[in-house]
Nanobody, 114 residues
Framework: VQLQASGGGLVQAGGSLRLSCAASGSIFKINVMGWYRQAPGKQRELVATITSGSITNYADSVKGRFTISRDNAKNTVYLQMNSLKPEDTAVYYC?????????WGQGTEVTVSS
């Protein structure tokens, strides 16, 4: 499975960004896709996940501000990020899991200026 993420960039605090991640290869119908992030000097942390049945899970720090969604026909997951804060600055990694293996994208950088 290959993951191609896009949509990162520089935004002012309070702004919005939308990340996309397209999966290709041997995609299982039942899977979980999502986003993790890693800020400088910190451990990688969960941001949000969504199952192929559209069950979502969010980190407390992003609830109410971020929305994860997916298009199963396109094997693509999206992360709409609103009301961004400087503490959201990180490299965001897309992940795909099928219960057998996990796959990670290359990461896309999000920088939120104050």
């Amino acid at each position: 499975v290959q993951l191609q993420a896009s949509g990162g960039g520089l935004v002012q605090a309070g702004g919005s960004l939308r990340l996309s991640c397209a999966a290709s290869g041997s995609i299982f119908k039942i899977n979980v896709m999502g986003w993790y992030r890693q800020a400088p000097g910190k451990q990688r942390e969960l941001v949000a996940t969504i199952t192929s049945g559209s069950i979502t899970n969010y980190a407390d720090s992003v609830k109410g501000r971020f929305t994860i969604s997916r298009d199963n026909a396109k094997n693509t997951v999206y992360l709409q990020m609103n009301s961004l804060k400087p503490e959201d600055t990180a490299v965001y990694y897309c992940v795909y899991g099928s219960g057998l293996s996990d796959y990670w994208g290359q990461g896309t950088e999000v920088t939120v200026s104050s």
